[in-house]
């Protein structure tokens, strides 16, 4: 990272791949209205024109920003501690994530959920250690997870970062269980469920007269009844009266 918190590795070309997430992130910031129109356009012009990672950290960073940041009087100047010899820790919606946090627990399971949450920095740093336990972090699509220090092996399923978001540098270890890191689940739509319409001119029907008493079928559809009535040899006046033929 240089001086602005943006990659050093300023030769990196930038894929076709990494431009594309970056337009989306684009066209999610004009659908909310976090842009305008006009400085959409301004955005998407340079980011197509741009060739290196750095660049490209440029334009989006100039965008506003994909997490929420704590307000400059209330960011921490200490790291955030937590520790406990027993007990689930869970950090989720809206807290502050420190430059600097620091979690320890000697028997429990932890869960670090950043979709929510509030940064201190651009570049924010987690230590996170359990004697036995899954440790589990949740991080927003787009932000880049490097582990650091006494890492152990981490089940991962993160996409590629966009250069320009924000950086965890994670350490974390679990002497007995598993590491994961991944993206927030995201909720499938409701599907739709459609009925058929039935025809406000016909009455529902009532076909006892031949089904026998007590067996009256309202539910059936008209050609079912019409179907049914010409094996009983049934009339269609007689269950629609109103029905002319």
Same mark, same amino acid.
């Given at each position: 990272?240089?001086?602005?918190?943006?990659?050093?590795?300023?030769?990196?070309?930038?894929?076709?791949?990494?431009?594309?997430?970056?337009?989306?992130?684009?066209?999610?910031?004009?659908?909310?209205?976090?842009?305008?129109?006009?400085?959409?356009?301004?955005?998407?012009?340079?980011? @197509? &024109? #741009?060739?290196?990672?750095?660049?490209?950290?440029? *334009?989006?960073?100039? /965008?506003?920003? $994909?997490?929420?940041?704590? =307000?400059?009087?209330?960011?921490?100047?200490?790291?955030?501690?937590?520790?406990?010899?027993?007990?689930?820790?869970?950090?989720?919606?809206?807290?502050?994530?420190?430059?600097?946090?620091?979690?320890?627990?000697?028997?429990?399971?932890?869960?670090?959920?950043?979709?929510?949450?509030?940064?201190?920095?651009?570049?924010?740093?987690?230590?996170?250690?359990?004697?036995?336990?899954?440790?589990?972090?949740?991080?927003?699509?787009? @932000? &880049? #997870?490097?582990?650091?220090?006494?890492?152990?092996? *981490?089940?991962?399923? /993160?996409?590629? $970062?966009?250069?320009?978001? =924000?950086?965890?540098?994670?350490?974390?270890?679990?002497?007995?269980?598993?590491?994961?890191?991944?993206?927030?689940?995201?909720?499938?739509?409701?599907?739709?469920?459609?009925?058929?319409?039935?025809?406000?001119?016909?009455?529902?029907?009532?076909?006892?007269?031949?089904?026998?008493?007590?067996?009256?079928?309202?539910?059936?559809?008209?050609?079912?009844?019409?179907?049914?009535?010409?094996?009983?040899?049934?009339?269609?006046?007689?269950?629609?009266?109103?029905?002319?033929?």
């Amino acid at each position: 990272m240089n001086d602005d918190g943006l990659p050093a590795e300023t030769g990196s070309p930038v894929s076709e791949d990494v431009q594309q997430r970056g337009i989306d992130f684009l066209q999610g910031l004009l659908a909310s209205g976090k842009v305008d129109l006009d400085r959409f356009q301004k955005a998407l012009d340079a980011l @197509l &024109e #741009v060739h290196t990672q750095a660049d490209f950290a440029a *334009v989006v960073r100039g /965008l506003p920003s $994909p997490v929420e940041f704590t =307000p400059p009087a209330r960011r921490r100047q200490e790291p955030l501690e937590i520790s406990t010899s027993m007990g689930d820790v869970r950090l989720e919606g809206r807290w502050q994530v420190s430059r600097l946090t620091k979690i320890d627990t000697g028997m429990g399971n932890v869960t670090i959920d950043l979709s929510q949450a509030e940064f201190d920095d651009w570049d924010v740093k987690i230590v996170v250690r359990t004697g036995m336990g899954t440790i589990t972090v949740i991080v927003p699509r787009g @932000l &880049e #997870v490097r582990p650091v220090g006494r890492s152990g092996p *981490v089940t991962t399923t /993160l996409e590629p $970062p966009i250069p320009g978001f =924000p950086v965890v540098r994670l350490s974390a270890t679990s002497n007995m269980g598993a590491i994961r890191v991944t993206h927030p689940t995201e909720k499938k739509p409701r599907r739709q469920r459609w009925r058929r319409r039935h025809s406000r001119d016909l009455p529902r029907p009532c076909i006892h007269a031949f089904l026998g008493p007590g067996r009256c079928r309202p539910a059936f559809g008209y050609q079912t009844i019409v179907r049914l009535m010409s094996r009983r040899g049934a009339e269609v006046a007689d269950l629609y009266p109103q029905v002319s033929h």
